[in-house]
């Protein structure tokens, strides 16, 4: 079993700046791809970064030169650094982990960007 938990989330005002983190735990042998996806009301769910277990990352546009994903794999832990805050941020940001062949959700954490 593999539970992934979730922090930093909160309101920021625009052009503010938010580090979320997500730590695994569990029955983790073989950790292949990490990352986050946001999900506001009323839209569909997006992917924004990814990071695979030698640190390959891949942004969604919307994110590019504003968003920084790390991990480290001695903790099983991703990080979502976001700068420049835009309020079309706002979203509920769920990171995930993709192990073998199964993936494990996160239990999703709040991003306010708000004047």
């Known amino acids: 079993q593999v539970q992934l938990e979730e922090s930093g989330g909160g309101l920021v005002q625009p052009g503010g700046s938010l580090r979320l983190s997500c730590a695994a735990s569990?029955?983790?042998?073989?950790?292949?791809?990490m990352g986050w996806y946001r999900q506001a009301p009323g839209k569909q769910r997006e992917l924004v970064a990814t990071i695979t277990s030698g640190g390959s990352t891949n942004y969604a546009d919307f994110v590019k030169g504003r968003f920084t994903i790390s991990r480290d794999n001695a903790k099983n832990t991703v990080y979502l650094q976001m700068n420049s805050l835009k309020p079309e941020d706002t979203a509920v940001y769920y990171c995930?982990?993709?192990?073998?062949?199964?993936?494990?959700w996160g239990q999703g954490t709040q991003v306010t960007v708000s004047s």
């Open positions: 569990g029955s983790i042998f073989s950790i292949y791809t």
């Open positions: 995930y982990t993709r192990i073998s062949i199964t993936t494990y």
